[in-house]
T-cell receptor
Framework: EAQVTQNPRYLITVTGKKLTVTCSQN?????MSWYRQDPGLGLRQIYY???????DKGDVPEGYKVSRKEKRNFPLILESPSPNQTSLYFC?????????????FGDGTRLSIL | DAKTTQPNSMESNEEEPVHLPCNHS???????IHWYRQLPSQGPEYVIH???SNVNNRMASLAIAEDRKSSTLILHRATLRDAAVYYC????????????FGKGTKLSVIP
């Protein structure tokens, strides 16, 4: 089954403790992206990647890092998490990211930073 | 990306058709119209997209006005599983290929 898989689905952690949220897709997509969803603010893009080793900032990249060493994986790294990064995170992928192509989303990761 | 306007909420009876409207009067010629939906506790799910012509797929139909300033997502037979927030998005693919989600329409399905 074609899917975008995120792990973990839920995480409660403390300020400053590095964490990684993994994202993997099995559709051979070149484009991948991370969003965060907050009440009243909708989904906002954090980082995106057009292909392996090609990443760029979205609208809210501060406090996050990403890497794209393999086509299927696009991990989101919080080196020193803070409470304002408590949010619901979604990974998405698309064949090439073009507007005539759908984007596929994971089921989300709910992060709570205490 | 250009802006869309959708009703905040709509209700439908189960097994009846649902027409979800979207206005996008400032759409540009290269904007694709995308629809996604988000069920509670899940990620956004792609529903359908189109440019100028009406489109059908297994989930829904998309009717696009001739001047492209509005569109309608049609669910032919609503089920309880269709209760979700539906987002109409204009996607030009400029820059980061980001989908810009608005507030959407919350669809309630009454058994």
């Amino acid at each position: 089954e074609a899917q975008v898989t995120q792990n973990p689905r839920y995480l409660i952690t403390v300020t400053g403790k590095k964490l990684t949220v993994t994202c993997s897709q099995n559709m051979n997509h070149e484009y991948m992206s991370w969003y965060r969803q907050d009440p009243g603010l909708g989904l906002r893009q954090i980082y995106y990647s057009m292909n392996v080793e090609v990443t760029d900032k979205g609208d809210v990249p501060e406090g996050y890092k990403v890497s794209r060493k393999e086509k299927r994986n696009f991990p989101l790294i919080l080196e020193s998490p803070s409470p304002n990064q408590t949010s619901l995170y979604f990974c998405a992928s698309s064949l090439l990211g073009r507007p005539n192509q759908p984007q596929h989303f994971g089921d989300g990761t709910r992060l709570s930073i205490l | 990306d250009a802006k869309t306007t959708q009703p905040n909420s709509m209700e439908s009876n189960e097994e009846e058709p649902v027409h979800l409207p979207c206005n996008h009067s400032t759409i540009s010629g290269t904007d694709y119209i995308h629809w996604y939906r988000q069920l509670p506790s899940q990620g956004p799910e792609y529903v359908i997209h189109g440019l100028t012509s009406n489109v059908n797929n297994r989930m829904a139909s998309l009717a696009i006005a001739e001047d492209r300033k509005s569109s309608t997502l049609i669910l032919h037979r609503a089920t309880l599983r269709d209760a979700a927030v539906y987002y109409c998005i204009l996607f030009s693919g400029a820059g980061s290929y980001q989908l810009t989600f608005g507030k959407g329409t919350k669809l309630s399905v009454i058994p």
